[in-house]
């Protein structure tokens, strides 16, 4: 404890004065402490902004705050960097985020798709913080759960990312403790409870005046760490990959434990302002770069001397894992990072680097946050900015380029809102903007009480 | 591409629907497969930049996401038009592209035009078409022996019965069994569909009770979901697993044709992909099949000659031969016997065409359209382009008389007879001079109530309705470009009277206005019985290689293997001896796997 | 014309208020793709386009019940603005410019599709309760019922 309040101290005049800039985007919604968390952890410059462990609740947008692309958004930014830091903060809050380099994450305690969803569509295990992916096992090779490579009636739809080491892209969903309720109380963790669900699903909200979280779900893709990655630059962790076996196409099950880094974070909060939720999504720095703005360095998902003919083009099939030299993908981020988001990163970064300059966090940006700019105006509540995506999760739906012009198209390129609007149960019926509930299983009885 | 040192079991001409399902369960068997695709590959970014087009598109037809590509050409809807005697076309063919821009892809003879149109590339058709699942009925295999007309299929609706399970499987088909039960339909035992009923617009809704007493020649107009390959709530299978593809629920787009925006609508992408994910096979794309090579003596096809291309305008840029034990045509109806015909370095008559049978028996199904207002708001433009239909019409005793027909109810008000909104919008605006307010409420209070419906018309098979390589048109490869003679019959002009005939009763069943005005499309004009008809294209072309039990007078066995050629399959619509009035697509994908079923039964 | 000129005069030639012509919050700037449209040299004569602004200027100065009728009268009634008015009318109900400078339904033309966006944001389909036919944002089965019909704003006399 000592340690950290010095360290609070120390920053609070370090970086106090180059902060001021931070500040002025204004602060709203700024939550107390969430009760579990320890207040005595923050990092505050000055009573500006802090690097806190308090999760958000949501965001009311200052009446001072008028312009749309630029306060308003900066508002949305804020929020998005907020909730970064606070769910990448070490779970059991005795230290600030990244004071050691790196550090275990709030996220990855939070409950896996799988652990929720189960294949025989029973019950899943109450909430324990402490148990939930202790073994962090990895078997999504797509961004959505469905690419399981179970077996060969299941395409991949969007396709993998394969990285320089001609390794595939990993991906895992997990949901908070508010989220993970609402499908336990409801049964919504099978096929026969979604049926007899008949209310609309609506997802807790998170509500400044009553400072309560709301759902919140975090999509994760991470990279196995290999030839030329700079492993400082990644948060990491060990994982076990897991390839299920696809006899027709010759996949063995293959199962081996390898340390991943973390390369792109979606974060998805459900808010009583924003009903079409908050979409946050963040990306290591070294993924890819803009387009027609490449740089002379190391990116995990491009490569200069590949040329831009299959850009942002999901690779040839077959899509196997196991298939050892497979061509890389060649992303490029078609939409640039807006300016005041990259001031942003740029101020966390420093706020980040302050705590310790060899935080792994620094190398981490936010891309952009999407919200619903009138919530009641249509279903989709009139998202901004109207395209949105991550480079890692949604690589291949950025738009078209042609004759060097990018062109986005309604309904199409990629918008959170826009495609998350569509979710639906088993039901048929609207899932509040989550497809997750598209993962569960049919239950079905236990053999003995079948019998019965 | 180098791919054509390797030896393949199977190569298949066309990466559309039938070879694409073709190449799945072939792949999956084992076997190793190539196919030649004409036209663009299948990328990441297909859909957007086919929606870009169609958004910036002035007319919103089938084609309009997608661009023409005169090195693998298609026709267009706008090129159908009334055919002068005798037909002179404006352009010189010479001039490529030109002529392809202004005639249109089609040498059209007349003397009425050919109204239907296809895509040429991966996925083909599939990707403009409206997802309608129908099984044919029972007597449709046996229109000469029940009604003395046309010729019976090589096969009954019990042969193809389980294979139209696994249609419905792979497609993803959302229906009520119960329903489907029309003119003798069976199903197999505990059969569901994989996803249920995709629910009624409220168009169908008004139309279901209303009609529900209405009989037309002893069937009464029962209103029935239509069987739908796009996805609705699923259902759980026979073996107790939910059936999933992965992809998301119908948002009612109300653009299945030309495009479904979010792959709601299944395509046949989705069955090449999992093709090429067994890792048996392999595409080339960009490559168009040019000749077929056949051993004089032995008469089995020895390999396929292709050109390749590299640009939509550009010159060819390679040529080559693939080879492999046997040999399938998947091309689409048209350009697979086109290049059965122009394939005639070796035998004069063509390929397959010892019967004489190749490209001849044109079908379609020719649409008359109907449509008015309804006394109260339907609401159109909401929904998937069609939600139901009337089936009970499709068979009957008249059937030895004139045409059955099958009636379409369109959820897109009148989009397709008369370019709604915009022909209208121009009329209210330009003409009325109406705006603020008063444009507002003219537009509620007349587009609300326009619906239209179709009657999807049978057509027999005839000789005189054909299809031959142009001996003097080509495309930018320098490959003959179809050369089409068409007539609707008899049979099928009684159709279309019965079917104006039915509109009235309709109508008036439903105190509903018929709008008589020409419809956008006039090509398909013509005169019955002292009346005017026009005829649109549906989109269903069949019978120029059909199947049969007699060699002499068909072009392959009812497993599509080619009676001249032991090793050489022909898939597609173009098999179907007679075209019933279901939507085709769902029978050609049934006689698809059953044809891998014998061609790898030949394998083993 | 400005921004605010051009999105008033919209507001009575549709009939559709401020929120939906230009929103305070404009996540789509569709009124000012309109206007730049409206001003793309060689569409509309520089004069034209004057005569338009020193009309609107004109009525707009008088009380806004009289907006629809003087429109009505002095724009869509006279012979050069008549065009250009109802050209704005058609980017806003159907996304499209067509040609002025042949006559309507003449081939070839010059008529384009404003954008994708512009496409998206017809209002035509809005007005009876539907969506552009390839752009919904309805929910699996919303077709089942009947839409909500916008409301109109009464007629201004």
Redesign the interface.
Known sequence: MKKVRLLSLLLAVGIGLTYISIGSLGCKGRPSSSGKDSTNTSVTDSGQTTLSPNLPYDVTIAPTD?V?QTQ?RADFDLFSWESFIALNWSPDSTEIIGANGDNATVWETWKENAEVFLPDGSKPAPWNAALQQKNKVLVQVGK?P??LLTD????????PLIDQNGEYTRFEIVMNEKMFDYIDNNVLYN?QGQQKFTDTIAFPSGNNEKKAHGAIMVKASWKIMGKGDDTTRFHKTRATIHVNAIP???VKDTTYTALVGLVGLHIGTKSQNNPQWIWSTFEQVDNAPTFNAVKDVHYNFYKAAAGNNNM???P?????PSIPGQTPSQIVRLTPIFEGTQALNDAFHKKLIAVNPKTVWQYYELVGTQWP??AKQ???G?????YMANSTLES??Q??V?EGKI???????SSCI?CH????S?????SDFTYLL?TA??Y?QAAGNKKK | MSNTAKQYDVIIVGGGWAGSAMAYRLGEAGKKVLILEGGIPLQSNNREDFMETFFLAMAKTPEAPYVQNYNSPRPSVLDIKQITHPPAPSVDCAHVAESIDTDGYFIQKGPMPFGSTYERLAGGTSWHWLGTCLRLVPNDFKMYTEYGVGVDWPITYDDLSDYYDQAELEIGVSADVEEQTVHGITFSEDYVYPMKRIPPSVLDQILTTELKDVVIDGNVLTVTGTPAGRNGESNIMKDGTIYNNGRRLCQGNTNCTPICPIQAKYDATITLSKALETGNVDIMYQTVASNIQIDATTKEVTGIDYIQYETRTGPATGKGTVTGTKYVIAAHAIEAAKLLLMSNKQISTGIANSSGQVGKNLMDHPVKLSWGSMPKPVYPFRGPLSTSGIETTRDGSFRSERAAYRIEIGNEGWNWPTGAPYTQVQNYVGKMGLMGTALRQQIITDFTKQFRLGFLVEQMPSEENYIIPSPTCSDNLGLPRPEIHYNLDEYTRAGFKAAAEATGIIFEALDATEDNSTPLGTGGFFQYDGENYYSEGAGHVMGTHRMGNDPATSVTDADLKCWDHDNLYLVGCGSFPTTATANPTLTMMALAFKSADALLKSLA | MNLEQFAALSQVLTGYGQEAILPKLDTQHQAAEYLATLYTPGLVPVATLQLLTDTWNTISAMPQPTYEMQVKEQIMGNTELAPVAKNIIYMWFLGIWYDLTVPPGTSPNKDFVVSAQAYQNSLVWDTMGAHPMGYSEGVFGYWNTPPVIPPLHPPIQ
């Open positions: 008028t749309l308003i959505t469905t690419v060969v009636t299941q395409p991949f739809l969007t396709g096929y027709k196409q010759g942002n083009n999901a040839a099939h077959p899509w196997n700019v009138h249509s279903a989709t009139d998202p901004f900015p109207v291949y739906i738009g078209v042609r062109s986005y198209v309604p309904g199409v390129t826009g609007n569509g979710a639906t088993w039901s048929g019926r609207t598209r299983s049919a079905k």
